[in-house]
């Protein structure tokens, strides 16, 4: 694999911001989420995105990529807690073995009874909408080898609110043993979120739902019940509201995870006009058209069928 790879599955240049890179990844895992989309061959394009974010996102990961490609980045595990925006699919691999490879090379020597840090592990995780935007426990299982035999390991995860596709966890010592005496090495749960729920669409922190309304209420006004995630508000409908006009609800959305406070919830209204009318109804917009200087074709409107 070249160092330009990753760049083209997430269809960004090699020299694009950590900004464009994070945009690219959102649109494309939403387009390939297993949850979202089941044609053929979805599932592979987006575990390929989720990879390519994984070291890309990083801007540690993606400086060691661009100098040696996948095998050097790879070895860039450093941070603590969640490793901002990674993903990725299948084992995390142990190069702590690669500066052994560069001391031999370079005449440094190597030591195989020194103590070596055990292989990194991965898990994913699969988390529903609501579990992501209020945060949850989960107890998981998983295979690891310790003391030279492979064995299940179950250990209790407690995911915080506000959680996003692609976002890690790291789990100090979670990981296989070491070797010689080494360290173990660590477990990285990898979330997968559910980007919808109950009419709800998640874009990072902002959270998206459309609403019906009468078209009595988007020509008259009105005050109307809009179900956030956090519970109902009260949200004003001005008079002459036109049909897909958004509303911002500040403050509503869902936590951020590395921030403070919440992001927004943006309402879109969808204005419904009814598809009969009894014979009242029918007078009394023909008298709104009448007073309106409203011209209308005299054939059979809808609301006849």
């Not at 911001?17 to 494309?28: C, P």
């Not at 009874?113 to 299982?141: C, S, V, W």
């Not at 596709?165 to 990981?175: E, F, I, K, P, S």
């Not at 009105?222 to 006009?245: M, S, Y």
């Amino acid at each position: 694999m070249n160092n330009t790879e990753f760049y083209e599955r997430l269809g960004v240049d090699k020299n694009a911001s950590q900004d464009e890179i994070k945009k690219a990844y959102r649109k494309l895992s939403k387009k390939y989420h297993p949850d979202l989309n089941h044609e053929p061959g979805a599932e592979d394009k987006y575990k390929d995105i989720q990879e390519a974010f994984e070291t890309l996102g990083d801007p540690q990961k993606r400086s060691q990529y661009d100098q040696f490609g996948a095998a050097g980045a790879q070895g860039g595990f450093g941070g603590q807690g969640f490793g901002g925006f990674q993903g990725g699919q299948g084992g995390f691999s142990d190069f702590s073995d690669l500066g052994d490879i560069f001391s031999q090379m370079f005449g440094g020597g190597f030591d195989p009874n020194a103590p070596r840090k055990g292989r990194d592990l991965q898990y994913r995780m699969h988390l529903t909408f609501d579990e992501a935007i209020f945060g949850t426990e989960k107890t998981i299982k998983y295979n690891r080898e310790a003391d030279g035999q492979g064995q299940q390991h179950e250990v209790k995860v407690k995911v915080p609110a506000g959680v996003e596709t692609g976002q890690q966890m790291r789990l100090n010592g979670q990981g296989e043993s070491g070797v010689n005496g080494g360290p173990q090495g660590d477990l990285y749960v990898v979330f997968s979120v559910s980007a919808s729920s109950e009419g709800f669409e998640r874009d990072g922190a902002d959270i998206y739902l459309q609403q019906d309304i009468s078209f009595v209420s988007a020509a008259l006004g009105d005050e109307i019940d809009v179900k956030t995630v956090q519970g109902d508000v009260k949200l004003k409908i001005p008079a002459g509201t036109q049909n897909g006009r958004r509303f911002r609800l500040g403050g509503k959305g869902a936590p951020r995870l590395h921030g403070s406070g919440h992001g927004d919830q943006f309402v879109v209204v969808n204005v419904v006009v009814p598809t009969r009318l009894n014979k009242d109804q029918k007078n009394a917009l023909e008298e709104f058209a009448s007073v309106s200087n409203i011209k209308r074709s005299k054939k059979k409107s809808i609301f006849d069928l």
